[in-house]
């Protein structure tokens, strides 16, 4: 595979996990010392979740996000730590780390499977326990991306040195769709690895990072936060700074949930897991944020279908990555109402699939750098950057309004269907949805 160096070199990530233990911190809510995700089991662990009633709101019972305001604080309750504390020493079960998700009012764990004990056949028995709201096997998730090289047309608008590189820039009219919106006022969550936010084309454009993995060490050889840097770049890197590139919505700003880290080698992608995404979605639902970018995915999974429905219950519009096998079966991809994007040159895809620019794509990379990047992860970044350009101009927009007018306004690109930054803004002008 071929890799053209702009900058620095692509980086490997690791990133580490939050726990807590039975005591008066948990009960409040907070974390206890770390237990890294990236030693969990994914073969042994199992997530298991129980009851913690929150008391309802008085008001917001069925709104949606447009106007919602989070409730308080929210932590683990007496009730559900005895419960959890009784199975788990009827099971022999070893708790590696928790969290109160509050979204589902449950409290939810990874435990490990006691020595000489079948996985699969304490499941079958936890399940049929009626303490217990929801036990599953802990899974594993990868973002999807690939190092490649190219370069692309160019862009004399911008001072921006690199942004005559930028192939998806160009390609969905990003500096036509520009003199209308550059995303004003929209927050997009980035649920991913971690991000370098000392980057030059990032500062000031990430407002938060919040760590879901814990005891993060950087890689041998030096790699760290390259996936998240590079979806980041390409939704909101700063515009005519002299510095790099410009992304897709330059004015929004982006929230980093790191739910996934690499593992020693770096050509097997990063890796995400039940829990870690679990504890990333439910953050977001605390937050008012609308655009939540998943250049991810995996086996389906019934705690995240859960927060998923719950994102979308609420008004979020959730941007997946397609799998390079092509297949919807799994997590995100699975659930009604997600926006799949594949790259523009993938050659399996449902036909309700969005296409956006997704090979050779310029962007930040970790230590101030740059590189060329491909996968659906990509294509999905640049999809999440259109639509804070669509919101900045129409609040009102629901994820199925904003996908119809994706899909309509695609145009036809080296022989391929892909979203048009400047079409679908135009098409929001003609018909509001405010």
């Known amino acids: 595979m071929r890799l053209l160096r702009v900058g620095i070199a692509l980086a490997s990530l690791a990133l580490a996990a939050c726990s807590a233990s039975h005591s008066v911190a948990r009960a409040q809510g907070d974390i206890g010392p770390a237990a890294s995700a990236s030693s969990m089991d994914g073969d042994r662990d199992i997530v298991l979740a129980v009851a913690n009633p929150l008391e309802p709101p008085a008001t917001h019972a069925g709104s949606t996000l447009i106007g919602y305001t989070p409730p308080a604080s929210y932590g683990a309750g007496q009730r559900a730590l005895a419960v959890l504390s009784d199975i788990e020493k009827q099971y022999g079960l070893r708790e590696r780390t928790g969290w109160p998700i509050k979204a589902l009012s449950v409290y939810c764990v990874v435990v490990e499977t006691p020595p000489?004990?079948?996985?699969?056949?304490?499941?079958?028995?936890?399940?049929?326990?009626?303490?217990?709201s929801?036990?599953?096997?802990?899974?594993?998730?990868?973002?999807?991306?690939?190092?490649?090289?190219?370069?692309?047309?160019?862009?004399?608008?911008?001072?921006?040195?690199?942004v005559d590189l930028q192939r998806g820039f160009v390609e969905t009219d990003a500096t036509k769709a520009h003199q209308v919106s550059q995303g004003h006022g929209v927050h997009v969550a980035v649920i991913d690895t971690g991000v370098d936010p000392a980057h030059p084309d990032l500062q000031g454009q990430i407002s938060e990072q919040r760590d879901m993995v814990g005891n993060d060490v950087a890689s041998a050889d030096g790699y760290h936060d390259a996936h998240g840097t590079e979806v980041a770049g390409i939704i909101a890197a700063v515009g005519n700074n002299h510095q790099g590139i410009v992304g897709i919505a330059p004015a929004s700003t982006v929230s980093i949930y790191r739910a996934c880290w690499y593992t020693n080698d770096r050509r097997s992608g990063a890796r995400c897991n039940s829990f870690t995404l679990a504890k990333a979605m439910a953050a977001v639902l605390d937050t008012n944020t609308r655009i939540v970018n998943m250049s991810l995915g995996?086996?389906?999974d019934p705690l995240l279908g859960k927060l998923l429905a719950e994102l979308l219950k609420q008004g979020r519009i959730v941007v997946a990555a397609l799998p390079p096998d092509g297949s919807m079966a799994g997590f995100p991809d699975?659930?009604?109402?997600?926006?799949?994007?594949?790259?523009?040159?993938?050659?399996q895809a449902p036909p309700d699939v969005l296409s956006a620019p997704g090979d050779d794509i310029l962007t930040t990379q970790p230590g101030g750098g740059y590189d060329f990047t491909s996968g659906s992860s990509m294509a999905t970044a640049h999809v999440s950057g259109i639509l804070a350009l669509m919101l900045s101009v129409s609040h009102g927009l629901d994820a199925a309004s904003a996908e119809q007018v994706l899909e309509s306004t695609s145009t036809v690109v080296n022989g391929m269907r892909q979203v048009n930054a400047a079409a679908a803004l135009h098409?929001?002008?003609?018909?509001p949805h405010r």
């Open 116 to 132: 000489g004990v079948s996985r699969d056949a304490l499941l079958k028995t936890l399940a049929a326990d009626q303490r217990v």
């Open 427 to 431: 098409a929001l002008q003609q018909t």
């Open 298 to 300: 995996g086996p389906a």
């Open 134 to 162: 929801l036990a599953q096997p802990l899974q594993d998730y990868t973002v999807y991306s690939d190092s490649t090289a190219s370069a692309s047309q160019g862009n004399p608008r911008y001072n921006d040195p690199y």
């Open 334 to 347: 699975n659930t009604p109402g997600v926006i799949v994007v594949r790259s523009g040159s993938a050659t």
